[in-house]
């Protein structure tokens, strides 16, 4: 599973909010502001504080790829 959240770092440059006011308004931990920027799994949870903080829906910070069904 291929996961990117390009999205929710091209929302924040648009609302003028940096990485660490996120990280603080939406409580998330430094280990996984970690893992949101190398595209990993979190949790659901998260993701809802974060789309609550930025007021906005999953789709609009995070994005699955498809992977190659070749592999």
């Keep these: 599973m291929a996961i990117s959240y390009n999205r929710l770092w ?3 440059i648009d609302k003028k909010m940096s990485k660490s006011d996120l990280r603080k ?27 609550d903080v930025l007021d906005c829906d999953f789709g609009d910070i995070v994005e699955h790829i498809k992977e190659n069904e070749n592999i």
Excluded: H
Aim: aromatic residues 0%; positive net charge; glycine residues 6%.
């Design 10 to 12: 091209k929302l924040l």
């Design 25 to 51: 308004d939406a409580k998330i931990s430094p280990n996984t502001m970690t893992k949101l920027g190398r595209d990993e799994v979190v949790s659901l949870g998260i993701l809802s504080r974060i789309c």
